[in-house]
Each structure stands twice: as structure tokens, then as C-alpha cells.
């Protein structure tokens, strides 16, 4: 399984930052799987976005849940993430993952987001 | 919702074992499993160990892991320390459908 983060490097202030993960060597829908986003800022440690479960369930890192969405597109075997009203603060390596009941096995090799004007 | 906290930094020199905790805040740390994952600069993060003590195939048996009921707290301990293993270290764990990472070790190996 390789996943394959995509999207716009720099996003301007105010505006929605939207990343797509691409999933290959095996279907999103097959399986017991967490789909998920996990953000790094410069020089800091690892920040739980949210996920999408197999079935279909969605959690949210509170401190995000506001402007946070997350969705599966299975016909074209990837997932997404949409991030609403983002400032400098947001700025990070944006990471998709794969995960079995709790455990990450797979990851992306991360995508760096810029937010500035 | 609860945090994982760990030291900031460790060093040791190579051959040499170190131990890296992780403590949860409230809540016990043996109700939800614990991982451990490893960062090189650099890179994407990889699972060192999951479960509390379960090791990915390809990770060496240098790398151990625990959990302390008492003290509230998860372990990394790595023996033989190479070179190599000079990186960022985060736990991981959950409650309630929530993820929590703890802050990141990084660990010197000089």
C-alpha cells in the first residue's frame, strides 16, 4: 500500500486549504481501516487531524473540529481533507495515513502547506 | 481528552540502552494501546513499536516497549544503541475516538 498526498503548496489567509490522498496497492474500501490527516508544523512534533473510518464514521481532533472536514471518494480510491478559514498558524507538512484499530501502519511521505499572502 | 507527555531530549552513547516515557495525564494507560513511532530528519514517521509492546516486522529487537500501571506511563527502551537511531521519537495513543501524540524525544546517540 503506498499513499500519495496531493494539493496546493501555498494557500492564502482566510481561504480553505483542500489536500487529496491517493491510495494505491490496495482499495480504500477493503478492509478495517482508519483514513487519516496528521499535520507537523516546522520544527514541532505530530498533530492528529482526524479520520474517516471504513464505515463510514468521521472524528475530528477538537481543537479542529470547526473547521475540519474529511471525506472518501471510493471511486476514485482516495480520501480528502478540507481545512476552512486557515491563518499562518496552519502552515505544516500535512500527512495522510493508514491505520488498523488504532495503529498507524502506512504513511504518506507528507506534503508542506504554506499559508501566506 | 488527555495528553501524553514526554522529556523533551535524551542522549546516550552508542551500545549503551536508553528509556523514553510517555505519561497520559488522566485516564489509565493500559486502557488503550500505546505506539511508538520513529522520525529521521527529514522523513515521514515509522511505526517502532505498536500495542504497547508489539514490534513491525524489520524493527530490530533493540526496541522494546512497556507500560507502567503505577506510574501511568508507556516505555520505549532502545539497547545497543547505534548511530542510527538518532531521531524523533512520539508515542501515540486514544480514547473516545480520539488520537493523542505525545510531544516528540529526540534522542542524540553520541
Known amino acids: 500500500v503506498q499513499l500519495q498526498e496531493s494539493g496546493p503548496g501555498l494557500v492564502k489567509p482566510s481561504q480553505t486549504l483542500s489536500l487529496t490522498c491517493a491510495v494505491s496497492?490496495?482499495?480504500?474500501?477493503?478492509?478495517?481501516?482508519?483514513w487519516s490527516w496528521i499535520r507537523q508544523h516546522p520544527g514541532k512534533g505530530l498533530e492528529w487531524i482526524g479520520y474517516?473510518?471504513?464505515?463510514?464514521?468521521?472524528s475530528y481532533n477538537p481543537s479542529l473540529r470547526s473547521r475540519v472536514t474529511i471525506s472518501v471518494d471510493t471511486s476514485k480510491n482516495h480520501f480528502s481533507l478540507k481545512l476552512s478559514s486557515v491563518t499562518a498558524a496552519d502552515t505544516a507538512v500535512y500527512y495522510c495515513?493508514?491505520?488498523?484499530?488504532?495503529?498507524?501502519?502506512?504513511w504518506g511521505q507528507g506534503t508542506l502547506v504554506t499559508v501566506s499572502s | 481528552n488527555f495528553l501524553l507527555t514526554q522529556p523533551h531530549s535524551v542522549s546516550e552513547s552508542p551500545g549503551k540502552t536508553v528509556t523514553i516515557s510517555c505519561t497520559r495525564s488522566?485516564?489509565?494507560?493500559?486502557?488503550?494501546?500505546v505506539q511508538w513511532y520513529q522520525q529521521r530528519p527529514g522523513s515521514a514517521p515509522t511505526t517502532v513499536i505498536y500495542?504497547?509492546?508489539?514490534?513491525p516486522s524489520g524493527v530490530p529487537d533493540r526496541f522494546s516497549g512497556s507500560i507502567d500501571s503505577s506510574s501511568n506511563s508507556a516505555s520505549l527502551t532502545i539497547s545497543g544503541l547505534k548511530t542510527e537511531d538518532e531521531a524523533d521519537y512520539y508515542c501515540?495513543?486514544?480514547?473516545?475516538?480520539?488520537?493523542?501524540f505525545g510531544g516528540g524525544t529526540k534522542l542524540t546517540v553520541l
Open positions: 495515513v493508514r491505520a488498523a484499530a488504532g495503529v498507524i501502519d502506512y
Open positions: 496497492g490496495g482499495s480504500i474500501s477493503g478492509g478495517v481501516y482508519y
Open positions: 474517516i473510518y471504513y464505515t463510514g464514521s468521521i
Open positions: 488522566s485516564g489509565s494507560i493500559a486502557s488503550n494501546y
Open positions: 500495542e504497547d509492546n508489539q514490534r
Open positions: 501515540q495513543s486514544y480514547d473516545s475516538s480520539i488520537w493523542v
